[in-house]
T-cell receptor, first 112, second 116 residues
Framework: AQSVTQLGSHVSVSEGALVLLRCNYS??????LFWYVQYPNQGLQLLLK??????LVKGINGFEAEFKKSETSFHLTKPSAHMSDAAEYFC??????????FGKGTKLSVKP | GAVVSQHPSWVICKSGTSVKIECRSL??????MFWYRQFPKQSLMLMAT?????????EQGVEKDKFLINHASLTLSTLTVTSAHPEDSSFYIC????????????FGPGTRLTVT
């Protein structure tokens, strides 16, 4: 069965510090992986996606993620956090029906 | 980029009434639309998959007679919550896919349903 695990429901960093949000997946087929960001009472915005091309994927707003097959991971990073990065982040795996299987989400807080 | 709209953005209804939520792809044709439900501080759970012109496929545990989905055109899918109850209060989000590619999926802004 396909599944996504996000380690840490809440991550807090200081402004300017490194952001690291962890995501591990389980899939019996080559995965398509995504990171989405959700601001309060809003829909989801795609940050970046991995679709079997380069393992290091660069997204919007300075975020990037690295696909590591041996670790079944797709962690999201950003070198320097900004206050505007505070939001909920979801890692997702492409499902067999074309849907998305989401992790439970990680709330990122950024302290001034 | 592709835009998906949802209407209404929020709705309050009384228990026992029905509510219809619309999901529209504004600048592309969506062969497949997905409906997700998100409880407070939780992740999105897939409710159903709808393909234009055919019956929706519901996930296990989702009552198809309660959550009626219609995908009558390539730009519109509707979710009707029938005989709503307070436990149906949630954030409903649709997404639309324009091609068979997994990376061509776009999300609507969501609809907040509150049943009193």
């Amino acid at each position: 069965a396909q599944s996504v695990t996000q380690l840490g429901s809440h991550v807090s960093v200081s402004e300017g510090a490194l952001v690291l949000l962890r995501c591990n997946y389980s899939s019996s087929v080559p995965p398509y992986l995504f990171w989405y960001v959700q601001y309060p009472n809003q829909g989801l915005q795609l940050l970046l996606k991995y679709t079997s091309a380069a393992t290091l994927v660069k997204g919007i707003n300075g975020f990037e993620a690295e696909f590591k097959k041996s670790e079944t991971s797709f962690h999201l990073t950003k070198p320097s956090a900004h206050m505007s990065d505070a939001a909920e982040y979801f890692c997702a795996l492409g499902g067999s029906q074309g849907n998305l299987i989401f992790g439970k989400g990680t709330k990122l807080s950024v302290k001034p | 980029g592709a835009v998906v709209s949802q209407h209404p953005s929020w709705v309050i209804c009384k228990s026992g009434t029905s509510v219809k939520i619309e999901c529209r792809s504004l600048d592309f044709q969506a062969t497949t639309m997905f409906w997700y439900r998100q409880f407070p501080k939780q992740s999105l759970m897939l409710m159903a998959t709808s393909n234009e012109g055919s019956k929706a496929t519901y996930e296990q545990g989702v009552e198809k007679d309660k959550f009626l989905i219609n995908h009558a055109s390539l730009t519109l899918s509707t979710l009707t919550v029938t005989s709503a109850h307070p436990e149906d209060s949630s954030f409903y989000i649709c997404s639309a896919r324009s091609t068979s590619g997994l990376d061509e999926q776009y999300f609507g802004p969501g609809t907040r349903l509150t049943v009193t």
